[in-house]
Each structure stands twice: as C-alpha cells, then as structure tokens.
C-alpha cells in the first residue's frame, strides 16, 4: 500500500489587498510588456476575459465561492502572486472600486478576505496550472448541454435563465417531439452551428419566415416541419 502524500499547499484565507495579479501571466504578456499597472490588468480582464461576467455572479452571490480558491505563491515582501484565478480576482477587485472600473454601473461590493491554496512548491504549482490549461481535464459543457441545463433550473423556479438557451432547449423538444432532434443534434453539435440557429433568433420574425417556427415566451411552436428539416 502506497503511503499518503501531503498535497504541496495549504488553505488559506487571504486579505485582498495583499493578492497581487500575475504579471507574467500568458494573457498580459503581449499586451502590457513587462512592467503592467494592476488597474490596467483589471481593465483588459474585464473588457477581453469576461471577468465581468464574474462580477455580475459574485455581486449576485455577494459572496465568494470556497471552492473557486484561488491558486497563489508567497512573494518575500509578504504578498501573493496570484497564479491561477486571475479573472476572479480582477472582479473582485474591480467591485471594491465601481467608480472606477464601471463607471458607477454596478454597486460596490468590497470582500476582505479570498479563500487561496498557497503553494510551497513553485515546480508542482507550475505542473499543475500547465496541466489545467493544456489538458481537458474538466470538458467545457456544449451549448445544447447549456440549454438543457437551463430549462432544467428554470421549471426549478429559476426563472432568470437566458433567453436563448431557453430558446434552444424548447426547439429542440419540439425537433425531437416531430423525429428532427438527431437532425437538429448534429447541426448544431457536430457541425459545431449552434450560433448560426441563435442568429435567426433576432429580430423575432427570421425564424417564423425561413424556419419553420416561432417562440411565445420562449416555447417553439412548429408550424411548418418542410422548413424545419
């Protein structure tokens, strides 16, 4: 019997003020030189990276999720290099200065403290974040996948679902209910044309003209199976 090893970190709580963004990380590299400013980083997250996204889901929460930690290196001026979770921290980041980073658009939520696994092996942190962004170790859901999902948290009550996806899942009940799910399946999973289909989505007359269908509040109501298939 193998004998157990201790994981090269601990568990953390950290204050924010002493989480610093990866300079060198891959994302700001071409863009900053060597030298970036932080506000500057924060910025290009949350305009290119979607870390306003995170905000959104954060100031929704109005907290931050344990087991989002974020993955961090001890400098020896006794802050941490944030290595892994960089969008997060933007977000946070940018919440605690709305003035700022949103120009007022979002309330300001201020965190004191992240949950981080601070590593104590630079060589295992490094093999890991390169295992993390080269290997699928976690396979991104497809956007029909996203939709079902969706449906599913609506009819839980969650009523605050994406349109579209709501609209995905619902045409492709009703391809399924007519014998054209497979059809509908592999255009827009193996043909990988799931945005086409969205772009007839708007304005809200493209779908009843050239497909065969239109949405009520979201449900598809086929009409015309000819122009579905």
Same mark, same amino acid.
């Given at each position: 019997?193998?004998?157990?090893?201790?994981?090269?970190?601990?568990?953390?709580?950290?204050?924010?003020?002493?989480?610093?963004?990866?300079?060198?990380?891959?994302?700001?590299?071409?863009?900053?030189?060597?030298?970036?400013?932080?506000?500057?980083?924060?910025?290009?997250?949350?305009?290119?990276?979607?870390?306003?996204?995170?905000?959104?889901?954060?100031?929704?929460?109005?907290?931050?999720?344990?087991?989002?930690?974020?993955?961090?290196?001890?400098?020896?001026?006794?802050?941490?290099?944030?290595?892994?979770?960089?969008?997060?921290?933007?977000?946070?980041?940018?919440?605690?200065?709305?003035?700022?980073?949103?120009?007022? /658009? +979002?309330?300001?939520?201020?965190?004191?403290?992240?949950?981080?696994?601070?590593?104590? %092996? *630079? #060589? !295992? $942190?490094?093999?890991?974040?390169?295992?993390?962004?080269?290997?699928?170790?976690?396979?991104?859901?497809?956007?029909?996948?996203?939709?079902?999902?969706?449906?599913?948290?609506?009819?839980?009550?969650?009523?605050?679902?994406?349109?579209?996806?709501?609209?995905?899942?619902?045409?492709?009940?009703?391809?399924?209910?007519?014998?054209?799910?497979?059809?509908?399946?592999?255009?827009?999973?193996?043909?990988?044309?799931?945005?086409?289909?969205?772009?007839?989505?708007?304005?809200?007359?493209?779908? /009843? +003209?050239?497909?065969?269908?239109?949405?009520?509040?979201?449900?598809?109501?086929?009409? %015309? *199976? #000819? !122009? $579905?298939?």
């Amino acid at each position: 019997m193998l004998n157990q090893k201790n994981p090269p970190y601990t568990f953390k709580e950290i204050e924010v003020d002493k989480l610093l963004l990866d300079k060198s990380n891959p994302r700001f590299v071409e863009m900053f030189g060597n030298d970036p400013a932080e506000d500057d980083l924060v910025m290009y997250m949350l305009k290119h990276e979607k870390a306003n996204e995170i905000a959104d889901s954060i100031l929704g929460l109005r907290y931050f999720h344990i087991d989002e930690a974020l993955w961090i290196s001890e400098t020896k001026e006794g802050k941490y290099i944030v290595r892994e979770g960089n969008r997060r921290l933007s977000a946070v980041k940018a919440l605690a200065a709305p003035e700022k980073f949103f120009d007022n /658009k +979002k309330n300001q939520l201020k965190l004191d403290k992240l949950p981080c696994l601070v590593y104590t %092996d *630079e #060589n !295992a $942190l490094d093999e890991r974040i390169r295992k993390r962004h080269t290997e699928e170790v976690i396979k991104r859901w497809s956007r029909l996948a996203q939709a079902k999902y969706a449906k599913i948290m609506y009819d839980k009550g969650q009523t605050n679902q994406n349109a579209d996806l709501l609209k995905i899942a619902s045409i492709y009940s009703a391809a399924q209910n007519c014998g054209l799910g497979k059809k509908l399946y592999d255009f827009m999973e193996e043909a990988n044309k799931s945005a086409v289909l969205e772009r007839f989505f708007s304005p809200k007359c493209l779908t /009843k +003209k050239y497909c065969g269908f239109y949405f009520e509040k979201n449900e598809a109501q086929i009409f %015309d *199976e #000819n !122009a $579905l298939k």
